[in-house]
């Protein structure tokens, strides 16, 4: 149920952005949300456009970049996709470690809001 909690942020921030630029509607939301955030990404898209709706009475396109997991190998330095990744921990796909940092994926990002004046 955090998805309908991070919409609900998500949606108080894009009005707070239309407002501050007087904006006659919100018509996109761009989020990223990362392979490894946990998030449901159908349930956050449902939320923010409902939320939106509700508040202006406009639909609101909701567009939803994937952030792959990427990973830094703490042993030889690789960086990049693991090779295999389950329960939070990665592989490195070069000498099998599984002593990785995960330093993208898991993040849930308001990129951009697209509004009509």
Request: charged share 30%; glycine share 8%; aromatic share 10%.
């Amino acid at each position: 149920m955090h998805e309908f909690l991070l919409a609900s942020m998500i949606v108080r921030t894009a009005l707070d952005e239309g407002e501050r630029y007087k904006a006659k509607r919100i018509r996109k939301v761009y989020l990223s949300v990362g392979d490894f955030a946990m998030i449901n990404k159908e349930q956050i898209e449902f939320w923010v456009k409902e939320g939106l709706k509700m508040r202006t009475g406009f639909v609101c396109d909701v567009i939803i970049n994937s952030v792959p997991v990427k990973i830094k190998c703490n042993d030889c330095g690789y960086i990049g996709r693991p090779s295999e990744f389950h329960f939070g921990i990665a592989e490195c796909p070069y000498c099998g470690s599984i002593d990785c940092d995960i330093i993208e994926g898991t993040e849930c990002k308001l990129e951009k809001i697209e509004i009509e004046l």
